[in-house]
């Protein structure tokens, strides 16, 4: 397992700006997960380690887009509809011998190559048959109903670039280029935890004083839509050792280990202390909210990341931080994020120098355009606030106020999962 070193890091004391840890960790994460070989059906959401380039022109030749009958242009009438000569047959997977004949048309289907000579593809029901003719109709440009030869891909050019997530339509542009397999980067090994005294696990008998761990869940299906092996190590009690002997257990065999709670400046808090004590601090608090109280460190070579207990502050700060960091270690190249641009139909005010994530769910206004509507509640802890919304507001470090009727930028969960 490829290792980091402990002070590729420098410590920001201060709440770092979501841009700058974004940068940070994009140019000091190495990728460490290995290539490896996958065939085509096993290749769905891989990152791809190689780029692949096309081995043929795709299509390899020239063919009929549509059912109907094969001309040369030339042979057309300016002034009017033009009677051909039925000459020959074309179907798909088979190639008609010999030139096309002057004068003629070929009956052709879908997807049969273009018979030498010929340009132009009349659809079938734009014609008209009689005994041994055909009429076809004036006005259509020469090329039409035809798809050439590496319209689609040249040989030798770049089909699917280095780093991407392959999705359905890439494995079929695989498989349309002839390859059976595709190089792609081992999946990620995380550990999770949940920190607390005030903690269970579902199916556990709840004391008075405790609540169930949500947030290991949570963690676990966000991270398997990934494509991360998870290994689920449980929950953490509020002790110091405890904590420290873990977190250097999980480092030893994962190539991240992330945490949720434990990360505020309380005296029961001990993430942050161990991660400071154990590892080299890479940053402690954000200028976001809610995921302020965010740190992550390496210790013994491996990344560690300390996320917020409150479920909505673990959630932003995974799709935000940790998200940026599966990508670097896996290899992947993420697309920039395009929010929507939506109207607000809430009022808002915040603290300048903080990015701002407002829970929101769209709806379409009156006059057609979308719409954001805040939830009602602001709290971090809600878990309802993120089932029953759609989406998330940004509002950037130098906005200070909302007004109903601005434009404000939009990012949908279906985004950030």
Same mark, same amino acid.
Do not use: Q, W
């Given at each position: 397992m490829a290792q980091l070193s402990n002070d590729c890091f420098a410590f920001v004391g201060q709440a770092m700006r979501l841009e700058e840890a974004g940068s940070l960790l994009k140019a000091r994460l190495p990728i460490v997960a290995e290539p490896?070989?996958?065939?085509? #059906? $096993?290749?769905?959401?891989?990152? &791809?380690?190689? +780029?692949?380039?096309?081995?043929?022109?795709?299509?390899?030749?020239?063919?009929?887009?549509?059912d109907g009958y094969a001309v040369r242009h030339a042979d057309l009438a300016l002034d009017g509809p033009t009677i051909l000569g039925l000459s020959g047959r074309a179907a798909a997977g088979h190639r008609v011998d010999g030139a096309h004949r002057q004068g003629g048309a070929v009956r052709i289907f879908t997807g049969a190559p273009l018979p030498t000579g010929t340009d132009t593809v009349f659809m079938q029901e734009d014609c008209q048959l009689a005994k041994g003719t055909v009429t076809v109709p004036t006005g259509l440009p020469v090329?039409?109903?035809r798809r050439r030869r590496?319209?689609?891909?040249?040989?030798g050019e770049e089909a699917l670039p280095s780093g991407r997530r392959l999705t359905p339509h890439?494995?079929?542009?695989? #498989? $349309?280029?002839?390859?059976?397999? &595709?190089?792609? +980067?081992?999946?990620?090994?995380?550990?999770?935890?949940?920190t607390g005294d005030e903690l269970v696990s579902p199916g556990q008998s709840l004391p008075s004083a405790a609540i169930y761990d949500s947030n290991r869940f949570v963690l676990h299906a966000l991270l398997r839509r990934l494509g991360a092996v998870v290994s689920d190590l449980n929950i953490l009690p509020d002790r110091f050792e405890t904590v420290r002997g873990a977190l250097r257990q999980a480092a030893s065999?994962?190539?991240?280990?992330?945490?949720?709670?434990?990360v505020s400046m309380g005296e029961e808090d001990h993430v942050r202390a161990v991660l400071e004590a154990e590892g080299s601090l890479v940053f402690w608090r954000l200028a976001i909210k809610p995921g302020r109280p965010v740190?992550?460190?390496v210790v013994d070579g491996t990344p560690l990341?300390?996320?917020?207990g409150n479920p909505v502050a673990l959630f932003v700060t995974f799709a935000f931080v940790a998200r940026q960091v599966l990508a670097a270690l896996g290899g992947e190249s993420l697309a920039p994020?395009?929010?929507?641009?939506?109207?607000?139909?809430?009022?808002?005010?915040?603290?300048?120098?903080?990015?701002?994530?407002?829970r929101s769910s769209l709806r379409r206004g009156d006059d057609g355009i979308l719409v954001a509507d805040k939830f009602p509640v602001e709290g971090a802890g809600l878990i309802t606030s993120l089932t029953r919304t759609d989406g998330l507001v940004q509002l950037t470090e130098e906005t200070t106020r909302v007004e109903p009727g601005d434009w404000v930028d939009y990012i949908d969960f279906a985004l950030l999962r």
């Open positions: 490896e070989a996958v065939a085509l #059906a $096993a290749a769905d959401g891989r990152i &791809l380690a190689e +780029r692949v380039i096309a081995p043929i022109d795709l299509p390899a030749f020239d063919n009929s887009a549509v090329g039409a109903n590496g319209e689609d891909l040249h040989a890439d494995i079929g542009l695989a #498989a $349309a280029l002839g390859l059976t397999t &595709l190089t792609v +980067r081992r999946p990620l090994r995380v550990a999770i935890f949940s065999c994962h190539d991240l280990v992330l945490t949720s709670g434990g740190v992550m460190a990341i300390g996320l917020p994020l395009l929010p929507a641009r939506v109207r607000a139909a809430f009022g808002y005010r915040k603290k300048p120098g903080r990015r701002e994530f407002v």
